[in-house]
């Protein structure tokens, strides 16, 4: 197994559905019939994805969303090549949450790439729930982002072109390509010296 | 009839022949378990003074910090491992406790309601006649769990029992341990800044309920240290823990569930899932040679409904059956692990109450049950933790372990163990269970199948009601249930009973403990007692044939 090229990390307050939105974008499952649970700690998840006609390996790190989790989040987005912030447009609190991370990353991870993903769109369309995070708000501050999504996990809307668009955007980024490379070239010596060390290895 | 001889029956029934060998079936020489009692521990919960137990709350030295300095002192040139102290990662939150404090009071001030609303609240169908209601709250009395109901409501109730602990503390300088009603038993633990509540009306004996209390409070250690529990109540007596172990709750309720049908909280022992020697020595290898250069690893454990298969450890440490139990519990309540790998930390009390291990979780494979828990003191260690675990999963499958572990777990009906009493041939036996006593491990004539866990935990999300109805066919769970008036006799500090026979007209109980191992038998109804003993004898006998099948007899190290 490689390492995987980008870091993608998933942040947001407790039940807006980050797990839910990894796995419908990994693995296109959505299942209904589950209770929710939270995530305990945090759970990683790969995907090789075509972006310029080339592979990449990416590595989503779901974190969790409770808050006696949160001094542990820092070590999930450290490093990261793209942040995505989720919230629920019917629930006020957990866009509050969000613009906790949003401060957070500026301070921490300025190379990161944020984009803002707004979850559970199919409730929202169905009139089920009432959107209590104002558009316009939501409009200011995606401004000096990556982007925003209004994904649901449920019908699958958005998911796949919200992960697209990250690694479209990490792939024309030269510098951190550059970076990607030289780590697969680096990897790739390692793998090298390590096959090597473990053939000798096994002739004695 | 009821018969209780606390002198020599070891010598009488071991002149009719016990098993051949001098060790005890299950005994070998080194433990993967630590297997200290945890009875004698709660038995001294339950006399020690005020003053002994302010004392006790001091957390020892860590164990987590010994192993880092260790791995240091070896590698002195890596200065990364230094500064990962376990609780550095709590620091933060402090700072924001005193935010959010403020923002608790409002709430709570809201949740006031009338008197009369609160006392309606206590007799709605939510409450009432349940057979086993747990309470648990700060010791300023705020509500932080309840089995049933909403806690919320229950500020009134809390409230009492707040004021009821803290008046016999107080005023009488002694300590509150249960209140005993014709029909009920409200039993009290106070643990550090926790006060825990049992109310209950099952057969369960108060040193059980006490057991059951304080494995509570370890899972709630669990998910949060008990720097980090202590810490916060020492900063604010008045804070809402519900905030930190929200998303725990279901770890506290299915603690419960599994505690009541799992025969190994009665013992303080594990199960372990019966294989052959050979694969289980198989998968044994196939992880000491994946992660024994890996330095950070303490401990690498693969379970499977709630059993044990293997469990491979660092030098001098071992884990204690009650951490292990909180493993089962974790892996069991989280669908999460099924379909991604997990990076977790998690506290075992037992092992180190002080500060996290971080754990690798996953489960081996999608047509495989079984859960590997790779635990570090390391918590950058994910990835080589990850490549570790696919090798491992790759060794399984070639040597042909994962079927030999499906086979184990959907009772391949070719096992001697699938089906211990039709194996053993004595028809006289309705039930039996066993544990060993030097490694912790316990074996039941009823092992664990996945579906019928699933069935049991179904069938309590019904209610955990009060049950009038007589039950025809009696279940496992309902043996287990029978032994609990036996093993609080057996297990009781002040005049232990050694062997137990009593016999009736629904069935005959016969329970024996020995320096070596404990054993509880059901036969059918008015069994004679020579015949009995013939029975466990020949019964000691198989269980020491299979023994290497059936219990995990070495304690593999990286």
Known sequence: ?204 | MASTSKDNVQASTSGQGNPADDLEPGACPESVLNPSDSFEEFASEMSSSLQERNINLKSKSSTISEIQSEICDGNKDNTEITSTKSSDDLQSKDDQMSALASSCNLSNQNGEDSDNEKDDYLQSPELVNKEKHVFVLSSAGKPIYSRYGNEDRLAGLCGVIQALVSVVEDQNQDILRSIITKDCKAVFLVKGPLILVAVSKSNESETQLVLQLTYAFNQIVSVLTLTQLNRIFEQRRNYDLRRLLSGAERLIDNLFIFMEKDPAFLLGAVRCLPLPEKARENITNAITTTCHKIRDLVFAILIAGNQLITLVRMKKYTLHPSDIHLLFNLVRSSESFKTAESWTPICLPKFDATGFLHGHVSYISEDCQACLLLLTVQRDAFFPLSQAKHTIAEKLRRSNCLVAINDALNRNQELPTTNPLKHIGIPEIRHFMYKCKSTAQLFTSDPISLDRLQDYRIRHKEGGDVSEKKIEKLSDIDYVRNYRKFCSKIHCTSSPAKLIFRSNSDDTVLAWVTNGFELYVTFDALMEKDQAIKAVDRLLRWIKREEQRIFIMNAPTF
């Open chain 1, 1 to 204: 197994m490689s390492r995987c090229d980008f870091k993608i990390v998933l942040l947001g307050s407790e039940h807006v559905g980050k797990t839910s939105l990894v796995l419908r974008f990994v693995n296109s499952t959505f299942n209904s019939g589950t209770p929710y649970q939270n995530t305990i700690g945090a759970a990683f998840c790969a995907k090789t994805m075509r972006s310029n006609g080339k592979d990449f390996n990416i590595g989503i790190w779901d974190t969790a969303g409770s808050e006696r989790y949160e001094a542990m989040t820092r070590m999930y987005y450290r490093g990261a090549h793209a942040a995505v912030i989720c919230y629920e447009p019917c629930c006020l609190e957990s866009w509050a949450r969000l613009r906790h991370w949003l401060q957070e990353l500026r301070t921490v991870e300025e190379e990161c790439k944020v984009y803002l993903c707004g979850t559970k769109k199919d409730l929202l369309d169905s009139g089920m729930v009432k959107r209590e995070v104002p558009e316009d708000i939501v409009a200011t501050y995606s401004q000096g982002l990556r982007g925003h999504f209004l994904t649901s996990s449920k019908t699958g809307e958005n998911v796949e072109e919200l992960f697209q668009k990250i690694v479209d955007d990490c792939v024309a980024d030269a510098k951190l390509m550059r970076n990607v490379e030289e780590m697969r070239v680096q990897l790739l010596k390692e793998e090298e010296a390590y096959k090597a060390k473990h053939k000798e290895y096994c002739n004695c």
